[in-house]
């Protein structure tokens, strides 16, 4: 199943007629980055910001949602300001709070909301509400 950065590049390059070099070209970006980019199934990190704002600008589309779906493609669910979740006082102490973590410790909070998403799904499918 794609990811959702995929998908994004997809239907751009599907839209268009374009090709991985024509995006990268455009962006200012590797062919090898973009062809990357839009073929791997979870990104291991989030690319840099210079590579979000290139693939953005080569996709002719704005940096937010292409922000958003490079996050989802490594497993991150961004809060942004205009979310309701952003003014969950909560949400925001666990943001700022990971945001100062080294990426070793990250990797673990990540892992562990991972396994906890996996095990509420695996209730809600077994739940007789549900």
Request: charged share 20%; aromatic share 2%.
């Amino acid at each position: 199943m794609p990811n959702p950065l995929q998908v994004l590049i997809k239907h751009q390059l599907d839209q268009h007629g374009w090709s991985y070099s024509d995006v990268a070209r455009r962006g200012g970006v590797s062919r090898s980055t973009v062809h990357h980019l839009a073929t791997s199934e979870r990104l291991a990190r989030m690319p840099q910001q210079s590579t979000l704002e290139g693939l953005a600008k080569g996709l002719g589309i704005p940096l937010t949602p292409v922000h958003r779906a490079a996050a989802e493609a490594c497993g991150v669910h961004l809060y942004l300001e205009d979310t309701p979740e952003a003014s969950d006082p909560e949400v925001a102490i666990l943001i700022a709070s990971v945001q100062k973590l080294g990426p070793v410790d990250r990797r673990h909070v990540s892992a562990l909301v991972e396994s906890l998403l996996r095990t509420a799904a695996a209730e809600e499918g077994t739940s007789p509400r549900s």
